[in-house]
């Protein structure tokens, strides 16, 4: 079994382009994958004069990556209205859908796309339980460990970014593989847009 760290941001476009590749690595039964989940964006709203920057960013990544972003959400980032960013609470969330049996590409790819895909705001507790239902969670039972997993996230998230610093990593997504004591840097944005040479590339690696 070969271990692959992967540090990422549900509020990060870059990891959601890279959806595609993380369900490729998660298939496949040589890798494990470690989720270290960042903390990029503390809960905040973001400026009018940075969303368009978001919009180009968005643009180039869906370009590169073949990722779909929806209407929905384009429309949120551009229009009038306060847009709010959270990297914690969608991060808590995660962490709670693996404790209740979500496999965690899974878990990431629903909060994704419920953010880039349809626009949900995913800073409010109540659509962040709607998705939980959709992934037939118990919604009683998703609000109680929600309610006691702040701390958990918190300890999750300082553990990350200590093992950031301690390999280096400055950015998201990264993926680290450690085989034989030795961490090496994955080439993951060599293969946006292609999933077979990605498939190809990580067979060679085992």
């Not at 209407?71 to 306060?82: D, L, Q, T």
């Not at 200590?162 to 990593?169: A, D, F, S, T």
Request: aromatic share 10%.
């Amino acid at each position: 079994m070969v271990k692959v760290h992967y540090f990422f941001d549900p509020m990060c476009g870059w990891c959601y382009g890279a959806t595609s590749l993380i369900e490729i690595l998660a298939e496949i039964p040589d890798f494990e994958i470690h989720y270290h989940p960042g903390g990029m964006i503390p809960k905040r709203a973001i400026d009018p004069s940075f969303r368009q920057h978001i919009l180009q960013a968005d643009s180039q990544i869906a370009a590169m990556t073949k990722a779909h972003f929806g209407e929905a959400y384009k429309a949120r980032v551009a229009n009038n209205g306060e847009f709010v960013l959270d990297s914690y609470l969608p991060t808590q969330a995660f962490l709670v859908g693996i404790e209740m049996g979500i496999e965690p590409h899974l878990m990431l790819k629903t909060i994704q796309e419920a953010h880039y895909q349809d626009g949900k705001e995913l800073d409010k507790a109540g659509n962040l339980q709607t998705l939980a239902a959709t992934l037939g969670l118990n919604e009683a039972i998703w609000a109680a460990n929600m309610a006691g997993a702040k701390p958990f996230l918190m300890k999750e998230i300082q553990e990350s970014q200590k093992l950031m610093g301690q390999l280096q990593i400055s950015g998201f997504p990264t993926l680290i593989m450690e085989k034989d004591d030795q961490f090496v840097r994955l080439p993951h944005s060599s293969y946006y847009g292609k999933p077979s040479e990605w498939e190809a590339y990580l067979a060679s690696l085992v």
